[in-house]
C-alpha cells in the first residue's frame, strides 16, 4: 500500500534553517509527483507547490519562491522540504502528498501524517 | 487572503443536508473544472473526497457530492453524520500548473 512518512517534529530559531523528508514508499516513485502543502496552527490549507519525482523540476506557489526549496533522492524515494531564513510565521505543519492523476486534473490523494515545524526565539 | 472564499463555518443536525460554497474569481476557474474538496480531522491529514468538482475518490461515500456553477463550487453533505463533523476545504487549479486552497470551513454536526 501506498505510504508516505515524514520526518518528525522540529523546534527552530529565527533564521534558521530546516529539512523536512518525505519518504515514500508501496508504489514506483518516479512515476507520481508530490505536492507539499502548509498548514498553520488553526489555519487553512496553503499550497506550497510541488515537485515533479521524473525530472526533478520543482514548482512553487507565488509566496513560497523565495526560500522554499524542494529536492529528491530517488535511490532512497524520498522527497524534502528545506526551508532557509525561517521566520515566526512559517510555523505550521507541513504535509506531503502524492498526488493521482484523475482526467485533466491532478489531485494529491495520499498523504503523509505531516511535520510540526515551530520557529521561535 | 485566499483567493478562495468559504464560510468560516456550517452546522446541521445528524439526518439533515448542508451545503458549503467556494467561491472564487474568473482568473483561478477560469474555464476549468478542476475543483476538489477534502475533509480534515481535528490532529488527521486531509482526504480527498471531491474531484473534477463533482466525482468522488473509491470509498468515498455518496452523501458527498459537488457542484459548481460559474465561480462558485459547492460541496453537499447529505443524511449529515457525527463523523462528519470536520473541516472542509476546497482546491481549484489556477493555471500555469499552480494550485490554490480555500481557507477552510468548519462543519458542526448539533
Known amino acids: 500500500q501506498v505510504q508516505l512518512v515524514q520526518s518528525g517534529s522540529e523546534l527552530k530559531r529565527p533564521g534558521a534553517s530546516v529539512k523536512v523528508s518525505c519518504k515514500a514508499s508501496?508504489?514506483?516513485?518516479?512515476?507520481?509527483?508530490l505536492s507539499w502543502v502548509r498548514q498553520a496552527p488553526g489555519q487553512g490549507l496553503e499550497w506550497v507547490g510541488w515537485?515533479?519525482?521524473?525530472?526533478?523540476?520543482?514548482t512553487y506557489a507565488q509566496d513560497f519562491t523565495a526560500r522554499f526549496v524542494f529536492s529528491l533522492d530517488n535511490s532512497v524515494n524520498t522527497a524534502y522540504l528545506q526551508i532557509n531564513s525561517l521566520k515566526v510565521e512559517d510555523t505550521a505543519v507541513y504535509y506531503c502528498?502524492?498526488?493521482?492523476?484523475?482526467?485533466?486534473?491532478?489531485?494529491?490523494?495520499?498523504w503523509g501524517q505531516g511535520t510540526l515545524v515551530t520557529v521561535s526565539s | 487572503q485566499s483567493a478562495l472564499t468559504q464560510p468560516a463555518s456550517v452546522s446541521g443536525s445528524p439526518g439533515q443536508s448542508i451545503t458549503i460554497s467556494c467561491t472564487g474569481t474568473?482568473?483561478?476557474?477560469?474555464?476549468?473544472?478542476?475543483v476538489s474538496w477534502y475533509q480534515q480531522h481535528p490532529g488527521r491529514a486531509p482526504k480527498l473526497i471531491i474531484y473534477?468538482?463533482?466525482k468522488r475518490p473509491s470509498g468515498v461515500s455518496n452523501r458527498f457530492s459537488g457542484s459548481k456553477s460559474g465561480n462558485t463550487a459547492s460541496l453537499t453533505i447529505s443524511g449529515l453524520q457525527p463523523e462528519d463533523e470536520a473541516d472542509y476545504h476546497c482546491?481549484?487549479?489556477?493555471?500555469?500548473?499552480?494550485?490554490?486552497f480555500g481557507a477552510g470551513t468548519k462543519v458542526t454536526v448539533l
Open positions: 474568473s482568473s483561478v476557474f477560469g474555464s476549468y473544472n478542476l
Open positions: 502528498a502524492r498526488v493521482v492523476y484523475y482526467g485533466s486534473g491532478t489531485y494529491p490523494l495520499y
Open positions: 482546491c481549484s487549479y489556477a493555471g500555469g500548473s499552480h494550485y490554490v
Open positions: 515537485i515533479n519525482t521524473n525530472t526533478g523540476i520543482p
Open positions: 508501496g508504489y514506483t516513485f518516479t512515476t507520481y509527483a
Open positions: 473534477e468538482g463533482s
